[in-house]
């Protein structure tokens, strides 16, 4: 019989050629779902989770503080109640303390009230004053409030505190600073509850409220003349609370009392 032409047969071969085709998708792996992963793919890393935004102040760890804790040493000395803050001496009541430098800043902590625990105890101190070769978290405490949190023959202990409202009574108050006049006017705040964060003035006869810079000697000093007669002063605490009061013109030296106290 004469052999037969390969081309009269070409589904013979049509065959044979899908055959190895599923042969070699085989051998290659290529017969997984199309649905699941290919053999010997590797699966990518879970992405990392985002790291806490630089800067992020921690929340207050003790409840009712209006800070975060902080660490440092404490030491005592002859404190009256005066000092960088220029508030007035105050002999009946000495659970004051002295800010260290760094954290002093620039006066923003005058009249603040910290609560401060020792090795035997601990105290609330109003912060009246600045201790500048003191490191970050230090303070120096007069010596009836170091008495309460350590033997005062330590001399140094460790310790750590964090800023609490303030247990006072009656109406925050102002003092205008001596000098004071309708052409350079010194305002502070006194008998406040809450750290106080800024201070605003409006004059008589002006429709915008100016704010005023304060000094390291806790001073809200604003250096240009203003209008003749009473002065809208308007106070923002830590937490964003506010009061707004009236005061007389200003006058050297004097002591006025607000209507109100923060909660």
């Known amino acids: 019989m004469t052999p037969q032409n390969s081309q009269a047969h070409p589904t013979r071969w049509v065959r044979l050629t899908a055959l190895l085709l599923l042969v070699s998708l085989a051998a290659c792996g290529g017969g997984g779902s199309a649905d699941?992963?290919?053999?010997?793919?590797?699966?990518?890393?879970?992405?990392?989770?985002?790291?806490?935004?630089?800067?992020?102040?921690?929340?207050?760890?003790?409840?009712?503080?209006?800070?975060?804790?902080?660490?440092?040493?404490?030491?005592?000395?002859?404190?009256?109640?005066?000092?960088?803050?220029?508030f007035d001496a105050s002999p009946g009541n000495l659970l004051v303390a002295a800010m260290n430098g760094p954290d002093y800043a620039g006066s923003a902590v005058c009249g603040q009230f910290v609560a401060v625990t020792g090795p035997k105890g601990a105290v609330t101190v109003r912060i009246t004053?600045?201790?500048?070769?003191?490191?970050?978290?230090?303070?120096?405490?007069?010596?009836?409030?170091?008495?309460?949190?350590?033997?005062?023959?330590?001399?140094?202990?460790?310790?750590?505190?964090?800023?609490?409202?303030?247990?006072?009574?009656?109406?925050?108050?102002?003092?205008?600073?001596?000098?004071?006049?309708?052409?350079?006017?010194?305002?502070?705040?006194?008998?406040?509850?809450?750290?106080?964060?800024?201070?605003?003035?409006?004059?008589?006869?002006s429709a915008d409220w100016i704010a005023v810079a304060r000094t390291d000697y806790n001073y809200f000093v604003h250096p240009s003349a203003i209008a003749t007669g009473p002065l809208q002063v308007r106070i923002t605490a830590l937490g964003g609370a506010t009061l707004i009061d009236t005061l007389p013109e200003p006058s050297d030296g004097v002591v006025v009392a607000g209507a109100g106290q923060f909660p």
């Open 36 to 86: 699941g992963p290919t053999a010997g793919a590797v699966a990518p890393s879970p992405a990392p989770a985002p790291a806490p935004a630089p800067g992020a102040s921690p929340a207050p760890s003790v409840p009712g503080a209006l800070s975060p804790t902080y660490t440092g040493e404490g030491t005592f000395y002859g404190a009256t109640g005066e000092g960088n803050c220029t």
């Open 129 to 205: 004053d600045q201790c500048p070769e003191c490191k970050t978290g230090d303070l120096d405490l007069s010596e009836s409030a170091f008495a309460r949190i350590a033997d005062p023959v330590a001399g140094r202990v460790p310790i750590r505190w964090h800023v609490v409202p303030g247990d006072v009574t009656g109406p925050v108050s102002y003092r205008y600073k001596e000098g004071s006049s309708r052409w350079w006017v010194a305002i502070q705040v006194r008998n406040h509850r809450l750290p106080i964060t800024g201070l605003e003035i409006k004059p008589s006869g």
